[in-house]
T-cell receptor, first 120, second 113 residues
């Protein structure tokens, strides 16, 4: 079955440490996204990528970094500069509407099961 | 710019009663609209989506939503809820020609036995 796999499910970070969250998809989607979810705030976009070797900052990119070396993979690094990293992180992918044409704009995003990051 | 407002943060409802979860959006261009459901410690699953055509959209698990352009709303409804519908529901919008999807803050539906 095609889908998105996030790992690990739970992650703990020490002060001053960088941690990397994994996101892999086998849906052959061009576009991938990282969201941060905090109680009562919904989902906020951290970074997104429309194509390999290209990515753009979302609304809350400070303290995070990403790479997109392969179509299937979009890892997120939470750096020590992110002072409040405790949250639930969700990775998503979709057909890129801007590449496929306007008629595909209704293509939904497919989500992984998330990684919960906490501070030690 | 696009935005989404979910008017209720929590909605308690008795089992087998009907429910409506409200969503309003704003955008200066045409929009694509979505409703997602999230169970505890899981990702989001698509319930239904609207692109164009019929304003009444049917989704999975007996949910449906009605697009109202004049009121810029996309409310989610179910005629009879079950305990298993207890979850958080997110409304989302993508404006035509834009890459990003904007999510509402979510509505927690609590079904009471």
């Amino acid at each position: 079955d095609g889908g998105i796999t996030q790992s690990p499910k739970y992650l703990f970070r020490k002060e001053g440490q960088n941690v990397t969250l994994s996101c892999e998809q086998n849906l052959n989607h061009d576009a991938m996204y990282w969201y941060r979810q905090d109680p009562g705030q919904g989902l906020r976009l951290i970074y997104y990528s429309q194509i390999v070797n290209d990515f753009q900052k979302g609304d809350i990119a400070e303290g995070y970094s990403v790479s997109r070396e392969k179509k299937e993979s979009f890892p997120l690094t939470v750096t020590s500069a992110q002072k409040n990293p405790t949250a639930f992180y969700l990775c998503a992918s979709s057909i890129d509407p801007l590449l496929q044409g306007a008629d595909d704009g209704n293509q939904p995003q497919h989500f992984g099961d998330g990684t919960r990051l906490s501070i030690l | 710019a696009q935005s989404v407002t979910q008017l209720d943060s929590q909605v308690p409802v008795f089992e087998e009663a009907p429910v409506e979860l409200r969503c309003n959006y704003s955008s200066s261009v045409s929009v694509y609209l979505f409703w997602y459901v999230q169970y505890p410690n899981q990702g989001l699953q698509l319930l239904l989506k609207y692109l164009s055509g019929s304003t009444l959209v049917k989704g999975i698990n007996g949910f449906e939503a009605e697009f109202n352009k004049s009121q810029t709303s996309f409310h989610l409804r179910k005629p009879s809820v079950h305990i298993s519908d207890t979850a958080e529901y997110f409304c989302a919008v993508r404006a035509g020609g834009y890459q990003k999807v904007t999510f509402g803050i979510g509505t927690k539906l609590q079904v009471i036995p």
